[in-house]
C-alpha cells in the first residue's frame, strides 16, 4: 500500500482506520475502513475507475474533490457513485463502470 494518498485536498488528512475487504471487479482487495474508494484503489494500483460511453477511454481520479466525474464507479450496483468523496465500507462491491449504465460494456 504504498501509493497510499495521505491527505486528501477537501478531506484533509487521512485516519487509518481498521483494515477491511471489499471487491472490485470480483478481485478482493483491503483498503482502510473511512477511506475514500478511490484512494483503496489506487493503493492497490488501480488507476481505471470507468470508461466513456462515447470513445471507449479510460477515465480515473482527477480531481479528487467530487467535482468531475472521472472517478464514477458501480458501488453496490449503483452506478454515478464518486469514489473520490464516497468512504469505504467492509463488503463494498465496487466494479469498473462503462458509459453511464451498471451494465457491462459490450463491442456490437
Same mark, same amino acid.
Given at each position: 500500500?504504498?501509493?497510499?494518498?495521505?491527505?486528501?485536498?477537501?478531506?484533509?488528512?487521512?485516519?487509518?482506520?481498521?483494515?477491511?475487504?471489499?471487491?472490485?471487479?470480483?478481485?478482493?482487495? %483491503?483498503?482502510?475502513?473511512?477511506?475514500?474508494?478511490?484512494?483503496?484503489?489506487?493503493?492497490?494500483?488501480?488507476?481505471?475507475?470507468?470508461?466513456? %460511453?462515447?470513445?471507449?477511454?479510460?477515465?480515473?481520479?482527477?480531481?479528487?474533490?467530487?467535482?468531475?466525474?472521472?472517478?464514477?464507479?458501480?458501488?453496490?450496483?449503483?452506478?454515478?457513485?464518486?469514489?473520490?468523496?464516497?468512504?469505504?465500507?467492509?463488503?463494498?462491491?465496487?466494479?469498473? %463502470?462503462?458509459?453511464?449504465?451498471?451494465?457491462?460494456?459490450?463491442? %456490437?
Amino acid at each position: 500500500m504504498s501509493e497510499r494518498i495521505l491527505e486528501h485536498p477537501i478531506l484533509g488528512e487521512m485516519e487509518k482506520g481498521k483494515t477491511v475487504s471489499f471487491t472490485f471487479d470480483g478481485k478482493e482487495l %483491503q483498503g482502510f475502513e473511512g477511506e475514500p474508494i478511490a484512494a483503496a484503489l489506487k493503493a492497490a494500483g488501480v488507476m481505471i475507475h470507468r470508461y466513456t %460511453q462515447k470513445e471507449h477511454k479510460p477515465r480515473g481520479i482527477f480531481c479528487a474533490i467530487g467535482r468531475c466525474t472521472d472517478c464514477v464507479m458501480v458501488v453496490d450496483g449503483v452506478p454515478n457513485v464518486r469514489t473520490c468523496i464516497t468512504p469505504l465500507k467492509a463488503g463494498m462491491d465496487v466494479k469498473t %463502470q462503462y458509459g453511464v449504465s451498471p451494465e457491462p460494456f459490450e463491442k %456490437q
